[in-house]
């Protein structure tokens, strides 16, 4: 009781510091925090007010019920796209909201940009449409698809069960240059915080948020700058990094192509480990391990590694249905209810 009462203790400190927060140097040592409010389930924002728990229950009934039963299929054939389906999520709601622009499949469109080239689970989010086109046509939307299959990969992997709220239309717009301004693993903490701001989303959603990498890999290409030419500087590494980690990442990724676990203690348990790794100097992306480096979010970072898993659990579910919520005002009343979720409706 008393870790938990200290956990909320930070949360509340970082509430009191937000109203003060005018953005500062990633090199000072600011106690200042971003951010308007804490998500909690009683106090989520709503960025639409047309997203209910309810929406199916009358034209669907059944919704639910087939985004689980197919998710679970999937996962059990590949338990790796859970990771891929909420960074799925997180790349399509993070530009231009949660529309399923990300879905559509032409020239010039976010799917085929070069910062989505290695996104993965589409086939996952075209199976559940084709299902529900069946039993309930022209009626579920492919950005509620995805939210929901999101929501049920994590339950799925070990992660917390929450709520989603439902009735996003699908974006009629999809442009590859849109994806340019997503972060690629290389941004100070001020970037990153900047960013999450923008979306309507705190500080402690970015520390939250980032703990999707308690499971999931990625290419060594990303980080073989950190291993082999840190600051420019060729044969030089990171001296930040953990020295028994850095040996086992020399050897694992002597090629770009090959894949490395972003957890490197419980790849696959959906856990808290991610931010004991960090404290020991294990975070694999340097925008991972700075998050432990920066004094606005290192006290986040340290409360999730000491406290009981349960309370990053409702954090994470929290920070999820925010994410969730996101929607581009200026494409308000443009939007449909796509058939195939790769392309808009004639």
Known sequence: MKTSISFFLILFLVVVSADDYEGVDDDEQSSFFPGNSIATFKDIPDYSDDLTFSYYHNSCPDAEAIIQRKVDEWIKKDDT????????QYHDCVVRGCDASILLDYDGSERNANQSKSLRGFEVIDDIKAELEKKCPKTVSCSDILVGAVRDAIRIVGGPFYMAPYGRKDGRVSNAKDTESLPTGREKVTDLVEF??????????????SGAHTIGRTTCGSVQERLYN????????????????????????????????????????????????????????????????DSRTSVLVSALAS???????????ASMVKLGKIQDPSAEGNGEIRLNCNYINA
């Open 307 to 317: 406290q009981p898993e349960e309370v990053f659990y409702s954090q994470f579910a």
């Open 230 to 293: 840190f600051n420019g500087t060729a044969g030089r590494s990171d001296p930040s990094i953990d020295p028994k980690y850095l040996n086992f990442l020399k050897r694992k990724c002597r090629w770009a192509s090959e894949f490395v676990d972003f957890d490197g203690i419980t790849p696959k348990n959906f856990n808290n480990e991610y931010y004991k790794n960090l404290e020991r100097n294990m975070g694999l992306l340097s925008t991972d391990q700075m998050l432990n480096k």
């Open 196 to 209: 999450f701001q923008s979306m309507g989303l705190n500080i402690l959603d970015l520390v939250v948020l």
């Open 81 to 88: 796209l859970a990771p891929s389906l909420i960074r799925l």
